[in-house]
């Protein structure tokens, strides 16, 4: 047992993270994970891993980490984030964790957590004590080692996703499909085989179809709009109905219409909760405080119950648990399944929107143009600040004195008769981020957007 401690910096809200070698290394990776494995104490724990360069080395060395601490490893090879939690729950095993920086650029990598059932372990459950074994090794002794092996998860998970859906009968659709050169390219080929193998009437137009680890086309982040134009051109090229992206882990995904436009995650989440309120009504339905307007409205339509959870992946997947929800969705993109395991999933939104859509006969960019119409959004602003409390209290004195509701829950929101708007910091990037809605005005919406950005200007003035 080691007494003196070798800090690491790179433990964030929900998972690590940091650049490599230099924050996140096979030093860090191994200390990490075996007290990771101490905590569980447990006897299996699941690995998987993206396709960044730096990965293979990191899960060897976090498997190696874990097998010193006398716990088996099973390692289900490259894989996605909810792979890892699938199988954590297909195996009954103790933990889980998925080596990857998801969207961060490719010199950096990291490592999320799950424990049983997937249970997300993060700042508040798990990481103060991990993090104190980690620093000052503070290992037990072991002297029967974990043994490692290798197994396939792919025909099982697919088996689950396709339970949880209804494609029969559909209408042919063309589809382009961008895994963005990461972890996603195989599982979408073995569901376009699995298609076929149904016959199912889908036809797929691959993009930036390989994993390489040096993101060639860029970091697969599709929810930043300059990486739209890909899949944008890509669905107008080929004349498909529908276009889809996902990032490097592809715990999100996200959407572009047949005019290759961009289908917001607000939208999305919107018919996703109708969807799964018609199959089974009464439940209820987690969203953020980002947005929120259209999200009780749908849920509220449908007899539904609208419940506002904090924003971040630990928090949606407590209140999952804790509300025994159907469904949840941040604007982010992340998209939570009572029958995946309450965890969030980037391949089950895609198969859901195609039933959502399978007997749909007007172009999807019908629906997406009424969406917007009705409840115009902003997108996700994000600003960098040098004093986030300072801005966040100005623009409360500023705007909460003509405000209908004012809100601290998860930053600051504020409600006014025909638009809101919420404010909060991230809790993964020093930003400032910014959201805004109306009812159906999306010239109040410019101007709202506009005015906001000039004052949190001044405010750093």
Same mark, same amino acid.
């Given at each position: 047992? $080691?007494?003196?401690k070798k800090p690491i910096q790179c433990f964030k809200a929900y998972d690590l993270r940091g650049h490599y070698p230099s924050q996140i290394n096979t030093d860090v990776a191994y200390r990490v994970s075996r007290a990771f494995a101490q905590w569980s104490q447990g006897k299996t724990i699941v690995i998987g891993g993206d396709c ?12 190696? $980490? ?28 103790? /933990? ?18 799950? /424990?049983? %059932? ?10 103060? #004590? !991990?993090?104190? !074994?980690?620093?000052? +090794? ?14 396939? !998860? ?14 029969? =009968? #559909? ?21 376009? +085989?699995?298609? @076929? ?36 051109? #890509? ?11 996902? %990032? ?11 005019? /290759? ?26 969203? %953020? ?24 992946? #630990?928090?949606?997947? @407590? ?39 399978? =007997?749909? !006969? ?9 969406? @917007?119409?009705?409840?115009? &959004? ?6 960098? &600040? ?26 600051? +929101? ?10 909060? *910091? ?13 009812? *159906? ?15 949190? =200007?001044?405010?750093?003035?």
């Amino acid at each position: 047992m $080691g007494d003196v401690k070798k800090p690491i910096q790179c433990f964030k809200a929900y998972d690590l993270r940091g650049h490599y070698p230099s924050q996140i290394n096979t030093d860090v990776a191994y200390r990490v994970s075996r007290a990771f494995a101490q905590w569980s104490q447990g006897k299996t724990i699941v690995i998987g891993g993206d396709c960044r360069e730096s990965t293979p080395i990191l899960k060897e060395a976090a498997s190696n $980490g874990i097998q010193d601490a006398g716990i088996d490893v099973i390692d289900i090879g490259l894989s996605g984030s909810e792979q890892v939690y699938f199988a954590v729950n297909h195996f009954n095993a103790d /933990g889980g964790i998925e080596v990857t920086a998801s969207h961060n650029p490719k010199e950096d990598n990291g490592m999320k957590f799950v /424990g049983h %059932d997937a249970v997300p372990v993060y700042a508040e459950h798990g990481f103060p #004590a !991990i993090q104190e !074994i980690a620093e000052a +090794s503070r290992f037990l002794p072991n002297t029967q080692p974990g043994k490692r092996r290798f197994e396939s !998860i792919e025909k099982a998970y697919l088996d689950h996703l396709f339970l949880l859906i209804d494609l029969e =009968n #559909a209408r042919p659709k063309r589809i382009v499909v961008n895994p963005g050169n990461g972890a996603a390219g195989p599982t979408i080929e073995a569901i376009e +085989s699995y298609f @076929q193998t149904r016959d199912l009437p889908y036809t797929l137009f691959f993009i930036n179809q390989q994993p390489d680890p040096t993101f060639p086309n860029g970091v697969p982040n599709p929810l930043l709009k300059e990486n739209h134009h890909q899949t944008s051109k #890509a669905v107008c090229t080929a004349n498909a109905d529908l276009g889809v992206a996902w %990032d490097g882990d592809f715990d999100r995904c996200f959407f572009f219409d047949d005019k /290759g436009h961009f289908f917001d995650s607000y939208y999305v989440s919107s018919l996703l909760a109708q969807l799964l309120l018609k199959r089974t009504p009464n439940q209820p339905i987690i969203h %953020d405080p980002r947005l929120t307007w259209l999200m009780k409205e749908s849920t509220e339509t449908y007899h539904g119950q609208p419940v506002q959870s904090e924003s971040g992946h #630990a928090f949606f997947k @407590q209140a999952m648990h804790t509300y025994h929800a159907l469904y949840g969705a941040e604007a982010s993109g992340h998209h939570y399944f009572r029958d995946f395991f309450y965890c969030d999933s980037g391949i089950l939104p895609w198969l859901l929107m195609l039933e959502t859509l399978k =007997n749909e !006969i007007v172009p999807i960019s019908t629906l997406n143009q009424d969406m @917007q119409k009705a409840h115009p &959004v902003s997108g996700e602003i994000n600003l960098k &600040v040098s004093d986030l409390p300072t801005v966040l209290s100005k623009v409360h004195d500023h705007y909460a004195v003509t405000a209908k509701e004012t809100s601290w829950f998860d930053g600051l +929101s504020l409600e006014f008769d025909d638009w809101r708007f919420n404010l909060r *910091g991230s809790n993964t990037e020093p930003l400032l981020r910014l959201n805004l809605e109306t009812r *159906g005005q999306i010239e109040l919406l410019h101007q709202k957007k506009k005015e906001l950005l000039q004052f949190i =200007n001044t405010c750093e003035g």
